[in-house]
């Protein structure tokens, strides 16, 4: 069957067994084996040695998508001729280099038009890109939390054509992908706002044609010394200039003023742009004042920030004294509502959301933030999206802590969050439409949440707002809105993106715990430690999901919530399962299932059936697998609950197989595939592919199996899963062994053997080098011997069905060996 690239994937139910496969462990971030393509492409399997290929005829690549970011040019740019000099020779070596990535800063004081000048130059020289443009505002000096590396990396990498499933979580691992996409690529990265060296290292690509400007206040030294950044130092502008600047804007609007006049109000101004644009817009809109009157009122101004200030930074005080004089003139409601915004938890915010804060109506909202717009106090990025400077948001919440009162400030935040916890809510009911919700109160009095016309535009709005959760989240908690900050928290683990990684969320769980342990509220400790649970079983950190979840065990018996309870064990039992600690599994799916049935749960009495199942077949237990197969799919079916459905195929596709029934095999992995695909979830296409590529193994189709490895391959490096990567490596060398081409076979065992014993994962490792020996014995029967001996030390511990069979056939292997 045909496998397309499928887009952005659809979360798992977190309580059901696709998240856990019968065998193996997960590590995000441990795999630096390079294989990319689609399942059309001829791929090489990275630093595998021996030059080992997956053969496969190739198609003709398919086009890469060209990254064009830049945002809008600036209006009336004026000057800067040196700078933009230097910066073209910047171009101009690199061009007479020809190879290499250029790396350079651009250095200077707040509000000096760091940002400005380096787009101006970058849509003039843009085309000489035929790769395209990358742009992050790494926010490194806004009063909340910068843009990490690692999320810079995530929107990149996208921009550059990977889905959003399959960009990988480990920051490591994405910079590695994100260096060899553009290893044969001529890209412009322009990284603006830089704070810290370790914002901008992952973003640097180690080879290509690429060239990398960055804006920082701070002179990031040591790039130059490790990375070999050369650096431009950006000043105010001379006076001639700033005039110039002045003249540029209010061209048009105003009659001519005096030279002289404007160099007044230039030095008032400090000559920094920023400054100087929202002078000059200021003095645009009021065409009929005389200069001399907008000058004087800002030298009032500048008077009195004189009087306040140190001395120390004369051109910050001066900077203050221009952002004073523009909101002083704005109409009462615009200067509220600017005020206001200093509340929001970053400073990148929606219309809805800025609506909610000032208590208004959209439409009057609208006006309201086009007049800042016009006023240069805020920043629009795109419909109905704005932004501030990270000056003037500093000044916005200096101006709401001082001219709102405690109450009002309080009540603001009240608004806002209302409006997150509402729209998150909204979200949940696409993203997992089986969940149920959490009761909340009413939305406040004039708070209207979003909804949503589809699953798309409900991703679409989560991963714009991303950025907002956790600080939305932190700053409840900070101002004492406990109840808030966990519901919130709660919300989000439903309502984050597709994309995003259990990692993500562990922060926001942690401080909603601490905001529900300070209400003593054990419901709510319960849920989110249960959601802390999920998330690092998925992580692969399974001792702190098991601490997780039996303090949920224990806080759920103590307020008899057997519901709880019961989600709570089958999360052990996954846990245990993906150990392969079988009876302790089957024990606790065994536990769940009772309770969910006493409760008449229907969907959850399903789930623990299916991992009840996958435990039995795991185990070498057929005919019971069989039978609890057969009652599970009914079940997954009777509530169209399509992802379990797939999941239970998969089961019995493995368990057809093993019965040498190959075509019933086929039939279900091929319809268990159709879900995946029709759900856009790689993690749950990567994962059964691995179960197709058996089924064509086992019908002699080793092309079409080395394709369905190769794209679950694919999938579980890009999405950080090392475990089933090496699955897909596993399942390659026995195809290629089956082709008697037993080297390249060895290879593979062996680059999968060295993931599953860095992983810790002794069975696995016991089975590969059961099948690495057995590619080895024509040729080297003494290491073969060597390898079935390891494997007999790892096999000893386990003592199911499938394990005692595959120890005693070892242990023939061994003794057979020793007689030759």
């Known amino acids: 069957m045909p496998l397309p690239s499928c887009p952005r994937r659809l979360r798992p139910d977190p309580g059901a067994s696709i998240d856990v496969p019968t ?22 399997a990275g630093s595998v040695t021996g030059d ?24 009336t740019f004026v000057n800067r001729t040196a700078e933009l000099g230097q910066l073209n020779a910047v171009l101009a070596d690199r061009n007479a280099r020809r190879s290499g990535v250029s790396v350079h800063t651009v250095a200077g004081t707040a509000g000096a038009g760091k940002t400005s000048l380096v787009l101006h130059w970058a849509h003039q020289v843009k085309d000489q ?32 054509g990977l889905t959003a499933a399959e960009v990988p979580q480990d920051v490591d691992d994405a910079a590695a992908v994100y260096r060899s996409l553009l290893a ?3 890209v412009l990265i322009l990284l603006d706002n830089a704070a810290t060296v370790s914002q901008v290292r992952p973003l640097l690509p180690g080879a290509g044609g690429s060239l990398v400007v960055i804006t920082s206040r701070s ?5 130059s010394v490790r990375d070999g950044a050369q650096r431009i130092t950006l000043g105010t502008l001379p006076g001639p200039e700033a005039v110039a600047l002045l003249r540029a804007v209010t061209k048009g609007y105003r009659p001519e003023d005096d030279a002289d006049k404007l160099a007044e109000l230039a030095r008032l101004c400090a000559h920094l742009p920023l400054a100087l644009r929202i002078a000059a817009e200021r003095a645009a809109s009021h065409p009929h004042m005389r200069l001399d009157d907008l000058i004087g009122d800002l030298r009032d101004e500048s008077a009195l920030w004189d009087a306040l200030s140190t001395g120390i930074d004369e051109e910050d005080e001066a900077i203050r004294s221009v952002f004073t004089w523009s909101y002083r003139a704005l109409p009462a409601h615009s200067a509220r509502l600017f005020r206001l915004l200093g ?48 000056l003037l948001r500093a000044y916005a919440t200096g101006l709401v802590q001082a001219e709102e009162s405690a109450d009002q400030r309080q009540a603001a935040r009240r608004r806002i969050l209302s409006w997150y916890l509402h729209t998150a809510d909204a979200a949940q009911s696409w993203l997992y439409p089986s969940e149920e919700h959490l009761p909340l109160p009413e939305p406040l009095p004039g708070i209207t949440p979003l909804v949503f016309a589809d699953y798309n535009a409900a991703v679409d709005w989560s991963e714009r707002e991303q950025i907002n959760f956790l600080p939305a989240v932190r700053d409840a908690a900070r101002n004492g809105l406990d109840r808030t900050a966990w519901q919130l928290a709660a919300l989000l683990w439903f309502a984050r993106p597709p ?56 806080l759920a018996r103590s307020s008899q919530n057997r519901a709880d309870e019961a ?8 846990i245990h399962l993906r150990r392969r600690e079988l009876d302790l599994a089957d024990s606790h799916f065994t536990q769940a299932m009772s309770v969910f049935r006493d409760l008449g749960n229907s969907r959850r009495v399903a789930t623990a059936l299916s991992n009840i199942a996958s435990t039995r077949l795991s185990a070498g237990r057929l005919s019971e697998a069989a039978s609890v197969i057969d009652e599970a799919l009914a079940a997954q079916r009777a509530l169209g609950d399509r992802g379990g459905e797939g999941n239970l195929l998969r089961i019995a596709a493995e368990l057809r197989l093993e019965e040498g029934d190959t075509d019933a095999a086929r039939r279900s992995i091929d319809e268990a595939l159709d879900i995946a695909l029709t759900l856009r979830d790689h993690t749950r296409e990567g994962f059964w592919l691995l179960t197709l590529g058996a089924v064509q193994h086992g019908t002699a189709r080793y092309g079409d199996a080395l394709t369905s490895y190769q794209r679950s391959a694919m999938l579980h490096r890009r999405l950080g899963d090392r475990s089933r990567e090496a699955l897909a490596w596993r399942g390659t060398g026995l195809t290629y062994a089956a082709l008697d081409r037993h080297d390249e076979a060895a290879a593979f065992h062996r680059r999968a053997a060295a993931a599953h014993r860095e992983l810790g994962d002794t069975w696995q490792l016991a089975l590969e080098l059961d099948h690495l020996a057995t590619a080895v014995q024509a040729e080297d029967p003494a290491a073969a011997r060597a390898h079935w001996t390891e494997a007999l030390t790892h096999l000893s511990t386990y003592t199911d069905p499938r394990a005692t069979s595959i120890r005693s056939r070892v242990a023939a292997l061994v003794a057979r060996s020793a007689d030759r």
Do not use: K, M
Not at 29 to 35: A, I, R, T, W
Not at 129 to 148: C, M
Not at 567 to 574: Q, T, V
């Open 23 to 44: 065998e193996g462990n997960r590590r995000p971030g441990d795999s630096h084996n390079d294989l990319s393509g689609s399942s059309r492409d001829v791929v090489q």
């Open 52 to 75: 080992i290929h997956f053969h496969r005829v190739a198609a003709t690549e398919p086009s890469r998508p060209v990254p064009r970011q830049l945002p809008a040019d600036v209006n």
């Open 129 to 160: 890109f035929p790769d395209g443009q990358l742009f992050v505002d790494l926010r490194g000096y806004d009063p909340g939390d910068p843009v990490t590396a690692a999320r810079a990396l995530q929107r990149f990498l996208r921009a550059l």
């Open 184 to 186: 044969d690529r001529r």
């Open 219 to 223: 002179r990031l030294a040591s790039l």
């Open 343 to 390: 509340l929001h938890p970053t400073g990148e915010f929606s219309l809805p959301v800025a609506a909610a804060l000032g208590e208004l109506p959209p439409s009057r909202t609208r006006r309201l933030l086009d007049d800042l717009v016009g006023a240069h106090l805020l920043e629009q990025t795109a419909p109905d999206r704005f932004r501030f400077h990270d």
């Open 499 to 554: 994309s995003s990684s259990e990692r993500d969320w562990l922060e926001l769980g942690r401080i909603g715990q601490e905001a529900a342990a300070r209400q003593d509220d054990h419901g709510a400790r319960c849920r989110l430690l249960i959601n802390t649970g999920i998330a690092h079983r998925a992580l692969n950190n399974f001792s702190e999901g098991l601490a997780a979840l039996g303090r949920a065990v224990t």
């Open 567 to 574: 989600r709570a064990l089958n999360l052990i039992g996954l």
